[in-house]
Every structure is written in C-alpha cells, then in structure tokens.
Nanobody
Framework: QVQLQESGPGLVKPSQTLSLTCTVS??????????WNWIRQPPGKGLEWMGV???????YYNPSLKSRTSISRDTSKNQFSLQLSSVTPDDTAVYYC????????????????WGQGTQVTVSS
C-alpha cells in the first residue's frame, strides 16, 4: 500500500519561502511511470495543481506559479519537496502531495494516492 505524508512548517511569514516535503512509503518515486504532484486548496476554493516531478526527474509546473515554485526530490530518502518563494496570505492553503500512475496530461487528472494534507498559513 502506497502512503504519502506531507511535512513542514504550518506557519510561514509573508515574503518568506514555504518548504514542504512529501515522504513516500510502499513504492519508489523512481518507478516507471509515476508522477508525484503538489496540489493545494485555499480556504473556500477549489484544488490548484502546482507541479509534478516524474519518475525520471522531469519537472512540470503550473505556469501561473512557475516563477515562485521549485520541486525537487531526494531518491535516497524516497522524498520529493516543494518550495514556494515570496509567499503572501493568498498562499494560505491545505497543501497535498499526490501520485498519478502516468503523466498523460498537464495538469494530471487521475490521481490514485493522496497524502492527508497539511495546513500552511501565511501570516506575520
């Protein structure tokens, strides 16, 4: 059974960088042909796809967030990470990591496993 778990600070100050990590168990992040995503949901709004890192290390970003977003991975720890720079209160959201079996579209639309989500609040 694949499990994803988000971790990171729950409170970030405006203008700082938000950093989150997703730890994956029960499956390798380098296994063909999975894509590992970051998705967020601001309060009262829908889900927003932020980006994906594929099994081979390829990375794709939501164009609207690309200038502030960086996704990376640590294969030795079976983790992938998100950094979002220059945050504002509009970046307050529940942040999720999720897997797709294969990246066939952007944004991906067939997630099979999700983390439980982590609340991040941007406030001074």
């Amino acid at each position: 059974q694949v499990q994803l778990q988000e971790s990171g600070p729950g409170l970030v100050k405006p203008s700082q960088t938000l950093s989150l990590t997703c730890t994956v168990s029960g499956g390798s992040i380098t296994a063909n042909y999975y894509g590992w995503n970051w998705i967020r949901q601001p309060p009262g709004k829908g889900l927003e796809w932020m980006g994906v890192i594929a099994y081979d290390g390829s990375i794709y970003y939501n164009p609207s967030l690309k200038s502030r977003t960086s996704i990376s991975r640590d294969t030795s720890k079976n983790q992938f990470s998100l950094q979002l720079s220059s945050v504002t209160p509009d970046d307050t959201a529940v942040y999720y990591c999720a897997r797709v079996p294969e990246i066939t579209t952007l944004p991906p639309d067939e997630y099979d496993y999700w983390g439980q989500g982590t609340q991040v609040t941007v406030s001074s």
